[in-house]
């Protein structure tokens, strides 16, 4: 077995704010292999955002800090390395695209101008030949007349159109690992699947390491690898593509599942759902974070935090009853991907 | 942006058309009529009075005596525009912009600075060219004090209010906006929470408290404290001014201008810095920003150029408003000041209601804050690609 | 009948979200008292003031436009400030004291007559010009951009100027603080009908203006029941911001001479008066009057930014 090329080991963030302490993540731990998809998927508010700009190290103090944890790659840990250091590895080796497209591009420059400063900031060329790169990389991601739309500002490209240069930007410095932060949740549906068979094709030309995080099962069932899920600030499930669609242990995947819209089909089939609000991450029950809308809670659910566990012949869960539960899925999904 | 101006210019002379309507008509409304105030004046001899009368039409009705002064009111005594080269320089500046609107199309922020610095260096000549050369003296009618034209004494007030204003200005922009920036970039330190009180406190006190202060405090304590006279506390230059040094003059218009200066600037000062400490907040947090973190830039260069240029965008807006209460502020701070501005000539005619200066000041000056604005309104475009002007 | 009960739900914990932030603010919860406070004094000052001053009648406070004579006969002129004269006396010998408390009366009506006139007039022509779009809009924002075009402080200068003279101008307006707030009122509208014209193009296009509108409301009512109250959070904000402005604007005129006219005593009629005497070491008048508007401005403007930011969080720039 490979060595991994991202190990994240109990990292925990939490933010301070006026009405307490926001523990976003709690303790999560997983690696990425060199060239993996990793799915990332759980309701808003689960901390999927907090997890990736933790390991991005751009949690904005003085209201968020990392309290523990290591990232390590490349045998150093990200945590702990100097902020130039940290600067090289942003963006040039691990980059990251943000869920809005018509907010993430600053509007006052142009869209060669914000590539340009990419390329030329993480690899070793003059600015002609960055432009160059630039176009290449427009037209990579599809863009028509990429040379001349160098010099278009973003308000003059349709939402989907600079999602395509958000991945373009991401992509040009070739970086190992490419973080995607619900890259086309803003997008229309049929965009959607356009974008991100482009975003991973090109990753996979490139042997780059995808984290695709979603609220959507949907979106990851055709493209990932391997899927964790998670919720309330921790990872409650975690487990091969099929391990996750056809044999889910957590109630609360299992509840996903239910609830989740097919890609091929128009109108949402609700088979199970999930009942409550997801919890407030400032007052988490005790035991697992799950039980208070969990239909099988016992006890010892209340007492106890359940850990993440290898089951045999399944994923990992993070569930006491795991064993006894037969979560039947009632319909075959990923089968569309 | 050529036809944009052009509209622009419409638009001010609708709104000073309709201010002139006002002023006028609420003149007229008085018990008194100007001629009844004339009459109370006993230095004014009847011969005098008559022909007063006649330039005026002052026995007409309300609606011919406007008519009477709109006319004489645009048309100018003498004009000539010096022939020739004007006329060549001002075709080639009309020129230049068409086509420059036309053609130039390039969206690179370069290129935009290039046409519209090309614009103003162009037009700058033609100014320069038409101004050595016309004569424009425009029949604003005569003061009622007796002081001759009124279109001479705003002329030449014009320059004492362009002198203290611009400074003004510039101070207020040259501390407001990189204070609002620093404390936004230092957001809840100590620096912060000093800057957010003086700006708070600043901006809920009126401009002639200010003023009064400053004089007292700075122009006359001071020196009776310390025998030190750092400020002049009334007036522009001093009397003996017109024998003094090149160096003497400067150091002379300085210790004239602070106070006035500081006075006005102190509450746009407040005014710019909170704003701007708002929008760049409200950039550091904004996506784009973000992004431009994530790419791996330094810090530096992401305030200094991803934020900077959106932050400026708002305030420049906020600029243009303030305008108008900077010319506002002007009118009081001169008169505490004895500055022999636009502002002290007109609290002298509406202290006499003296009616063609009353007309010709708010005409002056509501134009200048037309003109000031639609500058605001161009430099906008420049810094936000996104507007367009239609 | 689930959205029904959501909707009445919603303002209850609207309201507690928006109290808890403000009691938050402590600065705004003192500014409030403070202005409350001002507001009483005013308020209750020819209560504490002999009519006449005639000295048998015992109230705290000598009238403020009377001069005050001391035992020997002569005017209590300057008197620097002292136990029977907390605050001194003027140049003719008026009790400052008493001419600051009820100099807090011109300050208090224009801030408040103007702030009602802006909120009205700001709200009327804003929501017209929202909802209605097309003619009615454009004729509105023609005539909003032409009061906004003004020179306020030239226009304010020359009617106040004028008042007292103006034929048409109803008595109680022409030399008090009315005329005054009426006036400010008539021109400061413009950036309210603005804000709030921007909110309703916003709002028109909500579900519940659609709902509203199914069930068979007509255009009074939506725009009155339905999107205003949606829209109140911008226009107290920008009325309390209005208020602060007038009662700045109404001090410089009186400091002008051209505002509330003398003897009704004014902080910035005060403050004129004072600055004449200042230089001879006679600071009190000055001292007193600037502080009292300075002390009432701020907690205005304090109370707004705590206001701002109980009513809307996200919203952080302002100002105009
Ligand atoms: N800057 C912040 N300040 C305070 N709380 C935050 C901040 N960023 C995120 N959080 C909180 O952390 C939790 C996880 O957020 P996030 O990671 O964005 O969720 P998601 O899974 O939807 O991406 C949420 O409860 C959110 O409110
Ligand atoms: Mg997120």
Known sequence: MTEPLLSVKDLRTYFSTEEGIVRAVDGISFDLMPGERLGVVGESGSGKSVTAMSIMRLVEPPAGEIVTGTVTYHGRNLLAITEDEMRAVRGGQIAMIFQDPMTSLNPVYTVGDQLIETIMLHQDVNKRDARNVAAQALSDVQIPNAADRLDDYPHQFSGGMRQ??????????????????????????????????????????????????????????????????????????????????????????????GSMTRLDEEQQVRLHSIRGAPPSVIDLPDGCRFRPRCDFATDRCAQELPLLRKIEGRGEVACHHAEELDLEITRAVGAAG | MFAYVIRRLVYGAVTLLALSMVVFWLLQKTGASPLDRLKLNPRIQPDYLASLTERYGLDKSGPEQYWIWLKRFVTPREASIGGLPSILAISAGVAYSVLASRFIKSRQFAVRIAKIGAGVLIWGFVLFTVWNRMNIVLDWGDSFRGDGPVFEDITLAAGASFRLGMTALFLAVMIGIPLGIYQATKQYSFFDQLGTTFSFVAFSTPIFIIGVFLQLGLGLYLERWTGVKLFYVAGMTSSSYESFTTLQRAGDILQHLALPAISIAAISLAGYSRFQRASMLEVLHSDY??????????????????????????????????????????????SIFGWPGVGRLYIDAINAVDYPAIMAVVMAIGAGIVVMNIVADILYGVLDPRVRYE | MEEFEGMAVEPVTQWQLFSTRLRRHRLAMVSGVILLLIGLIALAAPLFTCPNNEPECGRLLPHPTDQLAEPDGRLATTIAPRGDYPFGTDEVGRDVLSRVVHGGRASLIVGVVTGLMVAIMGSIVGAFAGYYPGAIDQGLMRFTDLILGLPLLPVAIVVGRLLPELT?????????????????????????????????????????????????????????????????????????????????????????????????????????????????????????????????????????????????????????
């Open chain 3, 168 to 320: 048409f101008v109803p008595e109680f307006m022409t030399s008090g603080p009315w005329g005054i707030a009426i006036l400010l009122g008539s021109l400061l509208w413009g950036g309210l009908a603005r804000i709030v014209r921007a909110e309703f193009l916003s709002l028109r296009e909500k579900e519940f203006v659609e709902a509203a509108r199914a069930a068979g409301a007509n255009d009074r009512r939506i725009i009155f029941r339905h999107i205003l109250p949606n829209a109140m959070s911008p226009i107290i904000v920008q009325t309390t911001l209005i208020v602060g402005a007038a009662i700045i604007i109404e001090a410089a005129l009186s400091f002008l001479g051209f505002g509330v006219r003398p003897p009704t005593p004014t902080w910035g009629g005060m403050a004129a008066a004072g600055a004449g005497i200042a230089p001879r070491g006679l600071w009190w008048e000055l001292a007193f009057s600037a502080s009292a508007l300075i002390i009432t401005v701020l907690s205005v403007n304090f109370l707004g930014d705590g206001l701002r930011d109980a009513l809307d969080p996200t919203q952080t720039i302002e100002r105009k």
């Open chain 2, 289 to 334: 920003l973000r992004t431009a973190k994530a790419k791996g830039l330094p810090r530096r260069r992401v305030i200094l150029k991803h934020a900077l240029r959106n932050a400026m965008i708002p305030i420049v807006t906020l600029i243009s408003l303030d305008i108008a209460s900077i010319i506002g502020g002007a009118i009081i701070t001169e």
């Open chain 1, 164 to 257: 395509r240069v958000m991945i373009a930007m991401g992509l040009s410095c070739n970086p190992e690992v490419l973080i995607a932060d619900e890259p086309t949740t803003a997008l229309d549906v049929t965009t959607q699947a356009q974008i991100m068979d482009l975003m991973l094709r090109l990753a996979a030309d490139r042997g780059t390491a995808v984290i695709l995080i979603t609220h959507d099962l949907g979106v990851v069932a055709g493209f990932c690898d391997n899927v964790q899920v998670m919720y309330a600030g921790g990872i409650v499930e975690r487990g091969s593509n099929d391990d996750i669609f056809y044999r889910p242990q957590h109630p609360y995947t299992w509840g996903l599942l």
